[in-house]
């Protein structure tokens, strides 16, 4: 990891981050699988908290360094570009890749799984400036437990079945979350017979949701789940469409107090700029690739 990146990660423990990174209070207002919720923890009226923020500027600055030294190993061949080293070749030069066992690519592995556990102890850190808020200003944090930490956007090297055959995949998840079965032998014995818990953001208006992989075995995405409801406007067309003053007065007006930054964010964030979550849930589960657990109701929103 170069000395940028420790730099940027210096200054950033235990913060939230900008774009759709959040921390919200919510509650648990409809419980869809009693075994699962109460293996995680988790009951009807409960108050929660969801955190969404990962790696920062380090983990950004990562990505940055060595998508650079990778992009390097190419050099244009008519309309396409072509790794002579690795024998690969490319329609685009942003589609660079190399292979997991080149020096390269180990760089590369060793440096996300760095950041990824910075990611952790950036939200293990707000996790405690959490329950030291509410302590101040309450008196108790409600005996905040964690119920599950997990990663998105990170590469993980497991076993499939690919074709009939047992294989050995490096998994890129981006834009998508781990969804474990119940019998993996990475599961917490918590969790076995129920599946691994699965985050789904939402909106800052509408709901989240916790998910649960296959009781046992996986899906046919890798053991794949989406991490988020997904967005239906561009942050540009949110921006243009969305008054963040009355967004804020909309939200307070259903009981839901709102805090950012800056008001570009609120606009970008805006319910209507993401797709609908229960509907998106609701495929999910029709898919087999997880299944529905608890819908969470925002009642606050800090975004960074």
């Known amino acids: 990891m170069g000395e940028r990146a420790l730099k940027r990660g210096s200054t950033a423990l235990g913060t939230l981050g900008s774009g759709n990174h959040f921390l919200e209070l919510q509650v648990v207002d409809r419980v869809v699988d009693e075994h699962a919720a109460s293996a995680f923890g988790l009951r009807q009226?409960?108050?929660?908290?969801m955190i969404h923020t990962g790696s920062r500027g380090l983990?950004?600055?990562v990505c940055t360094e060595h998508v650079a030294a990778i992009e390097g190993r190419y050099r244009r061949d008519g309309d396409s570009?072509?790794?002579?080293?690795?024998?690969?070749?490319?329609?685009?030069?942003?589609?660079?890749?190399?292979?997991i066992h080149s020096r390269e690519g180990s760089a590369y592995l060793d440096a996300m799984r760095a950041a990824g556990n910075y990611a952790f102890a950036n939200r293990s850190a707000l996790t405690q400036r959490l329950r030291e808020v509410l302590r101040e200003q309450h008196g108790r944090d409600g005996g905040l437990d964690l119920v599950y930490d997990v990663s998105h956007n990170i590469a993980k090297v497991e076993q499939h079945h690919v074709h009939g055959s047992s294989c050995t995949c490096c998994v890129h998840r981006k834009g998508a979350t781990r969804a474990l079965g119940g019998d993996h032998p990475e599961l917490a014995d918590a969790f076995s017979g129920v599946g691994q818990p699965v985050l789904v953001p939402g909106d800052m208006g509408t709901a989240s949701?916790?998910?649960?992989?296959?009781?046992?075995?996986?899906?046919?995405?890798?053991s794949s789940s989406c991490h988020g409801a997904g967005r239906r406007l561009s942050r540009t067309a949110a921006r243009k469409s969305v008054d963040s003053g009355a967004l804020v007065e909309a939200l307070e007006s259903r009981g839901i107090h709102v805090r950012a930054k800056t008001p570009n964010v609120l606009s970008e964030e805006a319910p209507e700029a993401y797709k609908d979550v229960d509907e998106v849930i609701r495929l999910t589960g029709d898919a087999g690739l997880a299944r529905p657990v608890a819908r969470l109701r925002p009642i606050a929103v800090i975004k960074g």
């Open 45 to 49: 009226g409960q108050v929660t908290a």
């Open 59 to 61: 983990g950004h600055q």
């Open 81 to 99: 570009w072509h790794s002579a080293e690795w024998g690969i070749t490319l329609a685009d030069r942003q589609l660079a890749a190399a292979p």
């Open 209 to 222: 949701w916790v998910l649960a992989g296959p009781k046992s075995g996986g899906n046919d995405a890798f």
